[in-house]
């Protein structure tokens, strides 16, 4: 069964920094662009980074550019996103999936960022 395990969110204070992993059981996860997602209270799910098949060209939100950054394991199969800087609105939960082609969504990291 192909799942998506998100793990790593946490309560940090502004400024700080955290480190989510996304553990993919895709078999062929080396050849798809993986991308980080979030989702704030009563918002809609947005994509905030992604990262090419081979981990060489990566992509952000403007809100994220400069504090986020992702990067990826292929022999792991697992995509990672490191947060720093962080800000109270960018409290959600963190999501990981194929940006492509979008499985089932895991349960999600959250990330919650006080002032």
């Known amino acids: 069964q192909v799942q998506l395990v998100e793990s790593g969110g946490g309560l940090v204070q502004a400024g700080g920094s955290l480190r989510l992993s996304c553990a993919a059981s895709?078999?062929?996860?080396?050849?798809?662009?993986m991308g980080w997602y979030r989702q704030a209270p009563g918002k809609q799910r947005e994509l905030v980074a992604r990262i090419s098949s081979g981990g060489i060209t990566t992509s952000y939100e403007d809100s994220v550019k400069g504090r986020f950054t992702i990067s990826r394991d292929n022999a792991k199969n697992t995509v990672y996103l490191q947060m720093s800087n962080l800000k109270p609105e960018d409290t959600a939960v963190y999501y990981c999936n194929n940006v492509n082609r979008p499985i089932d969504w895991g349960q999600g990291t959250q990330v919650t960022v006080s002032s």
């Open positions: 895709i078999s062929t996860f080396s050849l798809n662009t």
